[in-house]
């Protein structure tokens, strides 16, 4: 271990390029085509299947499994993308063992379930490397809509939007579109520029616009948009980040995770990107562990996730707090920030226990710090937005908004996970309402 | 550890486990391994007249089907009798004889259907020292075509002919080996024994197209374009020999006729349930030539095993100890009456019994909401269907209603005596219970 490595302080190059590119490798990766189908000859075709009614979009699990055992991937990337365009990203990022896998009848029977995830990734990366896109445009509606966000309920709304025949214009707040598949997610989870590539692949429908870098609030208004188009989606997820509000918490030092998850995944040289010796990171959801995890493979000596609840509580699931522990991040529950020490810079950072009702027990430790990653949840910003709930956009039925011609999908509306698959299954769900919505006017 | 040696008319092995008339019986070195790794016999692979050598294709030979990570099920094949010149074959029988004097040497015949022909080849098979020969009655393709083998054994008058030469010209037993590409393997057999054989050996390999590769539109294994019928065999044949094996052993007439049992013997189990059905001894080709020679010694292990936990002490006691049980249609107990169980602990909720039941059967299996699934018994006729589908092994079961329980679909109670078709009422030729 050389100087560089154990060095104090947030400084990059910790280590060196062969470890990145280890580290940030793909974290599943493909199947070959025979292990796609020795894997998909697992499956029973199971009646009614578990796994389909567990999937946000309901995906013909089956369907697609036997047409991989039978050799037509490509039919198989049909009868995914046909429920979930942006399956592709979903087959990398989605807990499915929280989700279709839990539920399959062989992790009932042997612990062991189809391994759904790799299964979708298998086909839908067939039939993207192929260069086709297998879905076509119905005949022009006449109808314009504005997509505002352009993650995946935004992009899985303008898509079946334009598979209807209508024209879709996106507005996008940063420079590139994505949304958090883009700009959120562990890099070694879309690795070779996947978000980017699915994007690209998923415009070649025609009859999408994408405007980057204009916000909502900042670049265009409700009103505008009301008054300039046929129908509104609101996809714009979660622009703001939960303070910390521990006393010390403006130290230098303490950063948003997302803002770290963003830059590591806009990098193209991760040997420049600077990263703590000792990191900690607050939060219990899949956002801090992707920043524990990858703060550890960009070298950080020591890394501790802190969270102020038990660890069934965590929203991070299983499999994920598994594999941070794999990366040798530690994981520190029931204890909330109490205080951040340090002169100018964050140097400690003080946690106190609490019991299961968070009622604080009077014990404190410290934990060595020279980075905090605050990972405690975002919250819904903007302005003449239509009725919350709590502190999302209330939505009924398919995503419509107390706005009469405005609806709403994906982390920025009240009610469902806040999953890319959860954010696809409303997008597209909010577009066939505003096809009929429209279609019926 | 049981004994597991076996007399096949009068040919004695270490055990009762020979590899078949096949590529992997074709020459000295082969078989040596074979002998070494353990197999018990041997059929040498078929020899032709003297002469010019037989020449085979010289693209593919072999297709097969395969079921779950590319395990092989079936495997066909066009290669024709040995290619290799009769005196060299001849040479390195007497030579493996010699240096293996416990192990069966059978060498398997197929000359043209002329008497001189046997005359001529008996003799030279006889000074190699050899126990006995085998007439190839059975390969379905090449030689068939040139009058040998299945077209012989289609015939069982050139059966009976040939086999009762070859009885006038050798003191060797005579196996005669049966094609199951016909349409009651009791004649052929009948032939056989009538001919004088001292045992048939069954099945040869069956007529089959493997499969058709859809971007030529061509039989597979494909030569140039064509393809051509092949023989099949391999464990997707096993039901299949098993029947025809049985079906001799239970005909009265031949219940003294050993068999030598063939036909997708892949594990001890399958040689076990060939001998309970009537077979001396089995013969393997495909499972040595899908998994090499050693697998020989899984099943003299399994076998000796199952032989001491059943009291076993020699091969005898397990052969045709099934044939009693092997019945017709028309005497199946009526009154022996079941029901489909499902153990809800075992059930994994995978619905494929409610699918197949519904769908396809009776739709006598109930689902709830919670995915919970049951049987209707008012609705079951114990078709076994579920149990088959189900994936997971014992989680459904097939329970005997108890004499004078009511059944349900027919709201009849179970009658204590056995009652079959040969007296059931709706049988016009139906007698009355003396």
Known sequence: ?441 | MADLTTDFVGIKSPNPFWLASAPPTDKEYNVRRAFEAGWGGVVWKTLGEAGPPIVNVNGPRYGAIWGADRRLLGLNNIELITDRPLEVNLREIKAVKRDYPDRAMVVSLMVPCVEDAWKAILPLVEETGADGVELNFGCPHGMSERGMGSAVGQVPEYIEMVTRWVKQNTRMPCIVKLTPNITDIRKPAMAAHAGGADAVSLINTINSITSVDLDLFAPEPTIDGKGAHGGYCGPAVKPIALNMVAEIARTPEMANLPISGIGGVTTWKDAAEFMALGAGNVQVCTAAMTYGFKIVQEMISGLSQYMDEKGMTSTSELVRKAVPNVSDWQHLNLNYVTKARIDQDLCISCGRCFAACEDTSHQAIAMSEDRVFTVKDDECVACNLCINVCPVEDCITMERLEVGAIDERTGRPVAAEHGDWTSHPNNPSAQAAE
Request: hydrophobic content about 45%; charged content about 25%; some cysteine.
């Open chain 1, 1 to 441: 271990m050389d100087a560089r490595a154990l060095k104090e302080g947030i400084v990059s190059g910790r280590l060196d390029a062969d470890a990145l590119s280890a580290g940030f490798a793909d974290l599943h990766a493909p199947l070959s085509d025979h292990e796609a189908l020795v894997a998909a000859d697992r499956c029973y075709f199971c009646h009614d299947a578990p796994c389909m009614t567990a999937c946000p979009t309901d995906i013909d699990i089956p369907l697609f499994i036997r047409q991989i055992a039978t050799g037509t991937p490509e039919a198989a990337a049909k009868t995914i993308l046909a429920q979930n365009i942006m399956g592709g990203m979903c087959a990398r990022v989605c807990p499915t063992e929280t989700l279709c896998e839990e539920v399959c009848v062989r992790e009932t029977a042997e612990g062991e379930p189809v391994q759904i995830g790799r299964l979708q990734r298998y086909a839908t990366d067939t039939l993207m490397a192929q260069g086709v896109h297998p879905f076509s445009r119905a005949a022009s509606t006449g109808k314009r809509i504005a997509v505002v966000g352009a993650g995946p309920a935004g992009l899985a709304c303008a898509h079946r939007l334009a598979m209807h025949g209508h024209d879709v214009v996106v507005f996008d707040a940063r420079p590139k579109a994505g949304g958090l598949n883009e700009y959120g997610i562990a890099a070694y989870k879309s690795t070779e520029d996947f978000a980017a590539r699915e994007v690209d692949w998923l415009l070649q429908i025609g009859g999408i616009e994408i405007r980057n870098s204009m916000a909502l609030g900042r670049d265009v208004t409700m009103a505008e948009l009301q008054s300039d188009y046929d129908a509104v989606f609101l996809g714009m997820g979660l622009g703001g980040v939960n303070a910390l509000t521990a006393p010390g918490a403006e130290k230098e030092g303490v950063l948003d995770a997302v803002d770290f998850i963003a830059d590591l995944r806009q990098s193209s040289d991760l040997s420049a990107l600077p990263v703590g010796r000792d990191v900690v990171v607050i939060g219990g959801g899949m956002t801090a562990v992707d920043a524990a995890v990858q703060s550890k493979l960009l070298g950080a000596l020591s890394v501790t996730i802190v969270y102020r609840r038990g660890r069934d509580r965590m929203n991070a699931s299983v499999w994920e707090q598994e594999l941070a522990a794999a990366k040798g991040v530690r994981i520190i529950t029931n204890a909330s920030p109490v205080a951040v020490h340090g002169n100018g810079a964050v140097r400690e950072i003080e946690f106190e226990f609490t019991d299961d009702e968070l009622k604080p027990t009077g014990q404190t430790f410290r934990l060595a710090a020279d980075q905090v990653f605050k990972a405690i949840g975002q919250t819904l910003t903007g302005e003449d937005l239509p009725d919350l709930d709590g502190r999302k956009i209330a939505v009924t039925g398919s995503g419509r908004t107390s706005v009469k011609g405005v609806w709403a999908g994906g982390d920025c509306a009240a009610g469902g996970e806040d999953l890319t698959v959860t954010a696809v299954a409303e997008g597209r769900d909010a577009a066939e309402d505003i096809h009929a919505a429209l279609m019926r006017a």
